[in-house]
């Protein structure tokens, strides 16, 4: 989606729909109402026979074996970041099973070369990863006079053939990044048509990845009305339809009208790239979109792991995997997120679908390190006959649970707790294949009462760092002053100007009013003596944007710099 070379990128794709937001429910829901057709037809009984790696069989994504694969995984930004090498093997470790990979075909950036490219497919396969690589310079073709065309990009991916060919089980070639824009979008279906014609007749077996017009969106509805047509051009039948939800999908409805209409027409469907943070355009319902792609288990590739202009949609601050962001906790931990419904592929040798035993009970968990907002549980792992993929713990309540967090080790902590309140928890495993385990016993937590504790002072410092009509970025810096490490803190503070928060980054915030509390997240909850840390959001605002005066952290008033 976003270049790293500025935010301008976005408002050039996105700034042509803040006058037509207002009409989404017509654009998504009347003008596009039954523009695919009914069910697709299934691909030739030749093309059947002959499939090959990863391939599509009546809608869905298969690997060789003829096992269903789901993509859960994020986008990684190496044209750009060529040196962050240790990337691959940091998204492993959250649990994602697939990475797409922005490359370069040279016209607009760097150009990733053969070697390059065989490297990067190397570090895929090495660290059990299935391998998206997608040409970035076709962004917003007719619209951003900069962008490359699919014509193009095909030719960057004929002369890598020597590379791919015999990677069909680990790799899916995705000809171009939202290779059109807003200006006469129509035009994406015979370029789009041609694109993966040429690759067929130069040979390439495996399965092609097609994004939207619309810079990704789809907004007037142009790949979903002509989807079954280009499908029906690629004589495999591998051939895959990648959507991109952001500022459009704010709504549910839109979400899963969209997603419906590819799955009701048994057409092969993913989204590729998707975010939950608000911004000036609108905000994503990233959780119908998780939950949607769940129950039609379809594919998602969040935006993106790092890298970013601004760290709205970065997963992870800097690189950095221990400096999670609110929107990679949301990602990777949330509800239908990575730790809990990726299943890694079985090429790698994990559990296909003859698996079908469950891991061992986890052992009994202990609660440590515990704040008034927060608790680390660790437990004694369990086992499985092929590996476990994850744990998810749960929050215990009579015959009720909750899922309060997933993790790929044994430890996690728990954020968003209330002060001075019970709660029970539990453990499940997870392995490759999905099996999961029984219930772990449950573990009794109480958290802390909160308020000072002896020793802490505090310091904040808060700036707008952006703004545009109606909202702004804001961020905000929370020193411990004090001599003792703080575990856990609470952050509160008015609005003087009727401003409110839209989406967080490092805390959750809860709003009443002009009053904000800002509870930690996991990768923010504790502050060293003299350390600090940093928490980010947006939010809306009227003519006047002043800046709170007071805050206070877990009752102490701090001092502002």
């Known amino acids: 989606m976003r270049s790293a070379t500025s935010t301008a990128s976005r408002t050039t794709r996105s700034s042509p729909l803040a006058v037509l937001l207002r009409g989404l429910a017509a654009l998504l829901g009347v003008v596009l109402l039954g523009a695919l057709g009914p069910a697709a037809q299934a691909r030739p009984a030749q093309a059947e026979a002959a499939a090959t790696g990863l391939h599509i069989s009546d809608g869905r994504l298969l690997e060789a074996n003829g096992n269903d694969f789901v993509m859960r995984g994020v986008n990684h930004a190496h044209t750009w970041y060529p040196g962050e090498t240790q990337s691959l093997a940091d998204i492993k470790a959250f649990g994602a099973n697939t990475v797409r990979v922005v490359l370069s075909d040279g016209h607009r950036w760097t150009r990733n070369g053969p070697e390059e490219v065989a490297g990067i497919v190397e570090d895929c396969k090495a660290n059990r990863l299935i391998c998206v690589l997608e040409v970035h310079d076709t962004t917003g073709y007719g619209e951003d006079a900069a962008a490359g065309t699919l014509d193009h990009a095909a030719d960057y991916w004929?002369?890598?053939?020597?590379?791919?060919a015999g990677q069909e089980d680990y790799v899916i070639v995705n000809i171009g990044n939202e290779p059109w824009g807003n200006t006469d979008p129509a035009g994406w279906t015979a370029p789009t048509t041609a694109a993966v014609q040429k690759l067929r007749a130069a040979g390439f077996a495996h399965t092609i990845m097609v994004d939207a017009p619309n810079w990704g969106q789809d907004w007037q509805g142009v790949m979903r009305a002509n989807?079954?047509?280009?499908?029906?051009?690629?004589?495999?039948?591998n051939l895959i339809f990648s959507i991109h939800m952001y500022s459009v999908y704010s709504t549910a409805q839109a979400v899963t009208d969209y997603l419906n209409a590819f799955a009701d027409a048994g057409l092969p469907l993913l989204i590729g790239e998707f975010g939950g943070p608000a911004d000036q355009w609108g905000d994503p319902d990233e959780d119908t979109m998780m939950a949607t792609a769940e129950q039609l288990d379809l594919g998602y590739l969040a935006w993106s792991w790092s890298g970013n202009t601004d760290p709205i949609l970065d997963l992870a601050i800097d690189f950095d995997p221990s400096r999670l962001s609110s929107w990679g906790e949301r990602v990777f931990h949330g509800a239908n997120g990575i730790a809990q419904t990726s299943q890694e592929a079985t090429v790698f040798g994990g559990g296909g679908p003859d698996d079908t035993e469950a891991p061992t009970t986890p052992g009994t968990p202990t609660a440590s390190a515990v704040t008034a907002t927060s608790a680390t549980l660790t437990w004694p792992a369990a086992s499985d006959n092929v590996a476990i993929a994850g744990y998810d713990v749960v929050r215990v309540s009579g015959a009720t649970e909750t899922t309060a967090a997933s993790s790929t080790t044994d430890s996690v902590t728990v954020t968003g707790l209330t002060a001075d309140t019970a709660y029970t928890f539990a453990v499940y495993a997870r392995d490759a294949a999905g099996n999961r385990s029984a219930r772990s016993a449950t573990v009794s937590v109480t958290t802390d009462e909160g308020g000072p504790?002896?020793?802490?002072?505090?310091?904040?410092?808060?700036?707008?760092?952006?703004?545009?009509?109606?909202g702004f970025q804001g961020e905000i810096t929370i020193r411990n002053t004090g001599t003792t490490t703080l575990n856990g803190w609470n952050l509160a503070f008015a609005f003087a100007d009727g401003q409110t928060v839209s989406n967080m980054w490092g805390g959750t915030p809860t709003q009443s009013g002009s009053t904000v509390s800002v509870a930690p997240a996991g990768y923010t909850a504790s502050i060293a003596a003299n350390g600090a840390v940093t928490v980010g959001f947006t939010g809306t605002r009227g003519t006047t944007n002043t800046p709170p005066t007071a805050f206070t952290l877990s009752g102490t008033t701090c001092t502002t710099a």
């Open 227 to 237: 989807a079954q047509a280009v499908y029906d051009a690629d004589t495999t039948g």
């Open 453 to 470: 504790a002896p020793g802490v002072g505090c310091s904040v410092g808060y700036r707008v760092i952006g703004d545009w009509p109606g």
């Open 158 to 164: 004929i002369s890598l053939k020597d590379v791919l």
